[in-house]
């Protein structure tokens, strides 16, 4: 047994017993299967049994004498391992797993805000919408059950519910009220309605524990009376109940991913020397992306990557400064000047290679910054999204395999990129929001405020908005979108 083999075997042995995820490599660091286990040491042990192999189909024994390394994520139940599972296999796309090809996703409970009376649906796939979303779930009967108690419970609509306004400015959220709501008014105002789906939400979020005890009371009564059908009935709604925050709880798992062995790193830098045909490998990377809602609250990060791991302590985020409005171009030219003449600025080395979230527009645009400001830029490429195209600094289009290891790194360095400038954007927004001119208007609430901004966009949307088009949103009656209207009429007159 050579020295590689006996460490592999060693770090099996060291698994621990829980549920988890297990990730399994080659030699050269790639990743080549990923699996779920109940138990992390029997299941990942099992393949190196003689006994097991020779039980197994040919594509089994084929991947235990690839397997170089492994790693493992624990996980806080099987089926959170679940839906490890299947967002690592999508992530890396390793060559033995064949399951995953569908793409299938699982279930979300959608809320959906945007709408004046937000409505509770599903959904496989997450959307640019302002909705809230919880999960995904696995027992989707579970879930639809706990759906129409908290319906039940709150008064909420579901996804076949229509409501109507009527001439009074109130709403009728069903046409039957005696089988849909049944305890709680059919018609509300839009403030009343609100507060339905905020304890609807908090309930879902496990902050109403004494609901579950409620049932739980009930069950033990219902069996204590010998009434087990209904007391059957009481189990199987605590259960879906569960399931539901079991769910929200999936959510907020966070595993990085981003990043990968040193081995398998200095691959697909080398990979990308070639591919750019750069005279060294890139060493260092950076990386620019643009957010913004509408051209509102425009901001720009910049990751950097050190030897394809990220190196968090030398990311900048900016505000676009030079104008206001909706512009990735401009905005691209005007991040990538100031980031450059900074650095050269103190007489800080340029990276090896920038990488631009976009096409030819945005490649363009960062080759301009340079030209303006006199500097001679580094390799510089885009990588436009839709189709991973790489767009080089001659415009040249490169199409690489999706299991190329160069592209999945600038993938990953690009995702990293977007996911810094949008928490940025949602850290600006909230902090304009206190902020704002809308903290003078009396008896406006941070709530109100956030579901203005959220439904106009921009503080000068909300400036030239009617009454009809205030009360549009979440939370304002008539009476709160006259009060708004007059402030801003009285502060802000209409220009002549």
């Not at 001439?167 to 609100?194: C, H, M, Q, T």
């Not at 960062?366 to 767009?391: Q, R, V």
Request: aromatic share 8%; net charge positive; hydrophobic share 35%.
């Amino acid at each position: 047994m050579d020295e590689k083999e006996q460490s592999l075997k060693e770090k099996v042995r060291k698994l621990p017993t829980s549920s988890g995820v297990y990730v399994m490599k080659d030699k050269l660091g790639s990743v080549i299967y990923i699996g779920k286990a109940k138990n992390l040491r029997q299941r990942v042990r099992s393949y190196f049994m003689p006994s097991y192999r020779n039980r197994v189909n040919p594509k089994i024994v084929s991947l235990t004498k690839c397997i170089a390394d492994l790693e493992f994520h624990t996980t806080r139940d099987e089926q959170s391992a679940l839906v490890l599972e299947s967002q690592l296999i999508k992530k890396w796309k390793p060559r033995y797993n064949t399951l995953e090809k569908d793409n299938k996703n699982f279930l979300l409970l959608r809320v959906e805000m945007f709408r004046p009376l937000p409505r509770f649906t599903f959904d496989r796939n997450k959307r640019e919408d302002n909705s809230l979303y919880f999960g995904p779930y696995l027992d989707t009967k579970a879930l639809r059950s706990a759906l129409q108690e908290i319906k039940k419970n709150f008064g909420i609509l579901l996804s076949d519910a229509k409501p109507k306004q009527n001439d009074d400015g109130l709403w009728i959220l069903y046409d039957d009220a005696r089988s849909e709501i049944s305890k709680f008014p059919n018609v509300v105002s839009k403030e009343e309605y609100a507060e339905r789906v905020e304890k609807a939400l908090d309930y879902l979020r496990g902050k109403d524990k004494e609901r579950i005890e409620e049932l739980r009371k009930k069950m033990l009564e219902a069996s204590a009376e010998e009434k087990f059908e209904l007391a059957g009935k009481f189990r199987d709604l605590i259960f879906a109940i569960e399931e539901t925050r079991k769910g929200n709880a999936r959510a907020n798992q966070d595993v990085d991913i981003s990043r990968t062995s040193p081995r398998i790193a200095m691959l697909a830098l080398d990979s990308l020397k070639k591919t750019l045909q750069m005279e060294k490998e890139p060493r260092s990377i950076e990386c620019f992306d643009i957010s913004h809602i509408s051209g509102s609250f425009c901001v720009a990060s910049c990751v950097h990557f050190d030897d394809g791991e990220p190196a968090k302590n030398k990311y900048v985020h900016f505000k676009i400064k030079s104008f206001i409005g909706n512009d990735d171009y401009r905005a691209m030219e005007e991040v990538v000047g100031r980031r450059y003449r900074r650095l050269v600025d103190e007489g800080k080395p340029l990276p090896d290679l920038i990488l631009i979230d976009g096409g030819k527009g945005q490649v363009f645009s960062a080759m301009k910054a340079f030209d303006s400001a006199g500097i001679k830029p580094p390799t510089l490429a885009g990588l436009a999204e839709k189709e991973e195209i790489i767009i080089t600094e001659n415009f040249e289009e490169k199409k690489l395999s999706r299991r190329h290891e160069g592209l999945k790194l600038l993938q990953r360095v690009r995702d990293e990129a977007h996911r810094f400038a949008n928490s940025f954007n949602a850290s600006l927004r909230s902090k304009k929001i206190r902020e704002s001119i809308l903290d003078d208007i009396s008896g406006l609430g941070e709530k109100r405020k956030n579901a203005l901004l959220k439904y106009f966009g921009s503080i000068a949307k909300i400036k030239s908005a009617t009454i009809e088009e205030l009360r549009k949103v979440e939370g304002v009656g008539f009476e709160t979108a006259c009060v708004i209207r007059d402030f801003l009429d009285a502060n802000f007159p209409p220009e002549k």
